[in-house]
Every structure is written in C-alpha cells, then in structure tokens.
C-alpha cells in the first residue's frame, strides 16, 4: 500500500477527490493533508474526512522558501510518503525540495500543458480564442510545470465565457481526472492517460 500526502493552499476539492478515491482496492491511502495558509478550507475538509493536517504559514519566512520547506519538511517526512500530490499548491518549490520528491510527485494543472503554464489559465485560453481548454496531470520536475505529462482531460471553450465559468467546467474534469491518474501512479503506471 502507496502513502500518499497531498499540498493544497485553497478549497482542495482536488484533494477531497483523491481521498476520497482511496478505499478499499485503490493502491494507496492518504497519511496526510498540508498547506502552506493555516486558513485554507481544505485543512478542515481533511480533517472531517479523517486525515491528519498540517498548516506551515509560508508567510512566516519572508524571503525564504529555502526555509519555508525545511518546516514544511518536517510533518511531511514524518508522514513517510512514498507519494506526493500537489493539488492547488500555490507556491513555487525550489529544485532541492523537487529533488528529493523526484518521480514521486505529481500536480494538477489547469491547462492543456505545455499551454499555459504558470497563472491566469483560463483567462489566457480565452484571450488567444482557443476552443478547447482542459487540465493536465503531469510528474513535477524543476521546470515550472513542465515534467512528463500523465494524462490529460479537455474541456469546449463556449461562446460568452468568462474564466469563472470556463474554470468551472475545467474542474468538474479535474475532479474525474486526478483520482484516475494518482490510481494509475500509485499502481506504477505511468504511460499517459488521456481522459
Ligand atoms: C485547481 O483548478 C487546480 O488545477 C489549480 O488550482 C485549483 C485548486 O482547486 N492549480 C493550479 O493553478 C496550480 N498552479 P481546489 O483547491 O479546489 O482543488
């Protein structure tokens, strides 16, 4: 049995899905739920779904992400996980922190990778007039969100969207997507997944 940990900085409905997905057959189970806001809505949805948590405030290391991620280091390590899934992680990991997670980590993104990467997806798919936006899950290297792509779910542009309502429709696929593609990883698949 894969232990898996999952980063959220938000709602984490992302990361509601992936627990909720580990039971009963699923090769892995969730051993931890960690944010960088002590703030973050997902922190309490983890908590009533029976996960342990853990809250490191990035803001108390201004300036510092090197030591932002020794304290986030510490419950996640002893959280021994064999997984990583990052799941509306909001911030940047520096190489050192990706080195030691290599080809265990995995994040979802909202967009059809290698469009888009970084902020402000949807908005950028709209303003370029694309008529298919989506969400990627790919394994994190260094290079801002660019490692080996692990499955992909797409989505219409529609006529009169805004990035509210295309974000909308890109993570009820997200939802159906990562559950699926963190099942494959942890059962060592990782040949691409097109959903
Ligand atoms: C999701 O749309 C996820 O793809 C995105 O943040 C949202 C988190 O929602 N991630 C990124 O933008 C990563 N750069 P959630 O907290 O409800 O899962």
């Not at 990583?84 to 994040?107: K, Q, S, V, Y």
């Not at 290297?141 to 009169?160: E, F, H, M, W």
């Amino acid at each position: 049995m894969k232990r898996v940990a999952i980063l959220i900085s938000g709602g984490g409905s992302n990361m509601v899905r992936l627990v909720e997905d580990m039971q009963d057959d699923h090769p892995a189970r969730p051993v931890l739920v960690a944010s960088n806001d002590p703030a973050a809505a997902g922190l309490a949805k983890a908590a009533a779904l029976g996960v342990p948590t853990a809250a490191v405030d990035h803001r108390a290391y201004p300036g510092d992400r090197a030591t932002f991620e020794a304290a986030l280091l510490e419950p996640l390590l002893d959280a021994r996980p064999d997984i990583l899934c990052l799941a509306g992680f909001m911030r940047i990991l520096t190489p050192a922190f990706i080195d030691r997670f290599e080809g265990r980590m995995i994040n979802i993104h909202p967009s059809l990778l290698p469009k888009y990467p970084g902020l402000h997806t949807h908005a950028r798919a709209i303003a370029a007039g694309d008529t298919e936006a989506g969400a990627t899950v790919h394994e994190v290297t260094s290079d801002l969100d660019s490692g080996p792509i692990l499955g992909q779910a797409r989505v219409p542009v529609q006529p009169g969207d805004t990035p509210e309502t295309l974000a909308a429709r890109v993570l009820e696929r997200e939802h159906q997507l990562y559950p699926l593609i963190l099942r494959r990883f942890a059962a060592g698949q990782r040949e691409r997944f097109d959903i």
